[in-house]
């Protein structure tokens, strides 16, 4: 049975920093591409972060660029997604997903390629 676990989730002030984790049970996580997405209460779920499954590619929105960075380490079954200078817009609770690789330096933002889900870990900036 596939299980990702999200960890690392949670209050910091604004401009600190934290370190997630995506540790998948039930598949080799080399084979997929990992995405990190986020809901905020009252919005639409977005995506933040993806990798491929070669670590060849990856993806930031712009709003998290120059601050977040998407790593993986395949030997530990883990993606990990760092998060410094968090900022208040920042909160929201985070998921990670495993998609089976396409192509080793493919990612891809869209929510419905992801066949496996986390439960998700709730990040919480204050100002």
């Known amino acids: 049975q596939v299980a990702l676990v999200e960890s690392g989730g949670d209050l910091v002030h604004s401009g600190g920093s934290l370190k997630l984790s995506c540790v998948a049970s039930?598949?080799?996580?080399?084979?997929?591409?990992i995405g990190w997405f986020r809901q905020a209460p009252g919005k639409e779920r977005e995506e933040v972060s993806c990798?491929?499954?070669?670590?060849?590619?990856?993806y930031y929105r712009d709003s998290v660029k120059g601050r977040f960075t998407i790593s993986r380490d395949d030997a530990k079954n883990t993606a990990y997604l760092q998060m410094n200078s968090l900022k208040p817009e920042d909160t929201a609770v985070y998921y990670c997903?495993?998609?089976?690789?396409?192509?080793?330096?493919?990612?891809?933002?869209?929510?419905?390629?992801?066949?496996?889900w986390g439960q998700g870990a709730q990040v919480t900036v204050s100002s």
């Open positions: 990798i491929s499954s070669n670590a060849g590619t990856s």
């Open positions: 039930g598949l080799t996580l080399g084979d997929y591409a």
């Open positions: 997903a495993a998609e089976e690789a396409r192509w080793p330096n493919y990612c891809t933002g869209k929510e419905n390629d992801y066949h496996y």
